[in-house]
Every structure is written in structure tokens, then in C-alpha cells.
């Protein structure tokens, strides 16, 4: 049986580099999204609901990546603001589908340039072309083996 390999060299390692990128990512996001007084949760929850209306609570909190019971609390924390409503009783089932209001809609609007010019900023290293294909790889790293 052969010796198992070690990560090695972490400047080496695709995945701490791909984690040193995130968390500067999430720390320009934060700064960007302070003077708007949302959370990285909170904007991606805007972003998700602008570009798909009355996602579930469930699906909003899978792709932005929090707990449900996180999700309950940003959706709160927006309709509070008045960034967001839900209806009282669910039209079926439990869930209670938000939808941006006007106001929403502008932080949104605020909230996306903010964060487009932090991703601008960090990936300014990199071509449009390059850019494209860090995209496309990564993405296929999300894919099932054997797929794509």
C-alpha cells in the first residue's frame, strides 16, 4: 500500500488559496454593505428575492448558504425594515413566500453596485477571459464526477 498524500505546501493548495479568496471577498462585502446597513446574508437574500420572486424560505436559505433558521431571521430583519413582505398566513402549506417592496428593490439596486464594484476590485488581476474560465472551472468542480 503506498503512502498517502498530504496537502503539502498550503500556497500550493488549490482549496486554502480558493478559502483565502473567500474571506477577503466576504471582508470587502461586509465594508461595502455597511453603509447600507445589511448583512452578507441579508444582501444575498435581496438579491435572491430580486431576481426570484417568493422563493421559499427553505430555497433562500440553501442558496445563500445559511441555516433556515438564519434565513427566518434576515427575512425578519428585512420585512422589520420594510425591504420586504410576506403574508401573514401562508397561501398554502407553511411557507410564506417575501417579495421585495419598492424600497427593497432600491437597496437591492444599491447593495448589487456595491458588491459588483468589491468583485471588480478583487478579480481586477485577471482578463475578462480569465475571469470566464476560473468561473467555468470552478463550476465544474461542482458537477458530479464523471459529468460535464
Not at 29 to 52: F, S
Request: glycine content about 6%.
Amino acid at each position: 500500500m503506498g503512502q498517502a498524500e498530504t496537502v503539502g505546501d498550503l500556497g500550493l493548495s488549490v482549496g486554502y488559496v480558493l478559502k483565502q479568496v473567500h474571506a477577503s471577498l466576504r471582508t470587502a462585502m461586509d465594508e461595502a454593505l455597511r453603509p447600507l446597513d445589511l448583512t452578507v446574508p441579508q444582501y444575498a437574500c435581496l438579491e435572491l428575492l430580486g431576481q426570484h420572486p417568493a422563493l421559499s424560505n427553505s430555497e433562500l436559505a440553501r442558496r445563500a448558504f445559511v441555516t433556515r433558521q438564519s434565513m427566518n431571521l434576515v427575512l425578519r430583519r428585512l420585512q422589520e425594515r420594510g425591504l420586504l413582505t410576506r403574508p401573514d398566513q401562508a397561501p398554502q402549506g407553511r411557507e410564506l413566500p417575501a417579495r421585495l417592496t419598492e424600497d427593497g428593490r432600491t437597496v437591492l439596486r444599491q447593495a448589487s453596485v456595491a458588491v459588483r464594484a468589491v468583485e471588480k476590485r478583487l478579480f481586477s488581476p485577471l482578463s475578462r477571459e480569465q475571469q470566464r474560465r476560473v468561473r467555468d472551472d470552478l463550476a465544474a468542480c461542482l458537477r458530479p464526477s464523471g459529468t460535464g
